[in-house]
């Protein structure tokens, strides 16, 4: 019996970091829905085993962070997934100038799907500097451009939590190509510390 295919699947993952199962839809389909981490760990791709829909996570190295290779101001460590793997994650130090952009292909989204692309973001207890409100960008392949503010001075402390960046919808008849987002606070020259960066998730929004 042929396999069901995901929209857009063969293209995911030829970067799969593991060899797909395909010897029956039962096993193709239980690797789909706990997920599949791509181009080593630096991503994440699953199935919805009701909707069928794709999710993505993006982890911090496949983003790009300004100063993110100066140890003075950024340190990498890893954090246990919930799949018991262990990805990078970035960690601020310290830095005046703060900017996260990262860029994804809307091709490998389900067409017609309403998406949310949000930050995954921990503060640790001296975390500080976050007196102006931070800028939150996408921009998609057809020419929409979405931006929102978000205060991050009284957030909790400790826990992983998402910060939207903004809510779309890819259909199949618009353009598609790479789509960008950023979240950045460049302002002034406060000293901002304490944001622990997991990564994105680009995911269907509830």
């Not at 998402?162 to 779309?168: K, P, Q, R, T």
Request: hydrophobic share 40%; charged share 25%; proline share 2%.
């Amino acid at each position: 019996m042929a396999l069901l295919l995901p929209h857009n699947y063969h293209e995911i993952v030829q970067e799969a970091d593991v060899q797909i199962d395909m010897s029956s839809q039962e096993k193709f389909n239980d690797q789909l829905h706990s997920g599949i981490f791509l181009n080593k760990n630096l991503m994440k791709y699953s199935v919805d085993k009701n909707t069928k829909t794709s999710s993505f996570v993006l982890f911090a190295g496949n983003l790009s962070i300004t100063w993110g290779n100066d140890e003075r101001y950024w340190k990498w460590t890893y954090e246990k997934e919930t799949s018991g793997a262990y990805v990078e994650v970035a960690e601020l130090l310290q830095v005046c100038w703060f900017e996260v952009k990262g860029k994804f292909d809307t091709k490998k989204l389900t067409p017609g799907t309403f998406y949310k692309l949000a930050f995954v973001v921990k503060f640790n207890e001296d975390a500080s500097g976050w007196e102006n409100l931070v800028n939150l960008k996408l921009d998609l392949p057809n020419g929409t451009q979405i931006q929102r503010k978000e205060n991050f001075k009284n957030k909790p402390k400790n826990k992983w939590i998402e910060i939207l960046v903004a809510e779309f919808r890819v259909q199949e008849n618009e353009k598609q190509g790479q789509m960008e987002f950023s979240m950045t606070e460049t302002s002034d020259f406060y000293w901002k510390r304490g944001i622990v960066l997991n990564g994105v998730v680009i995911q269907p929004a509830l």
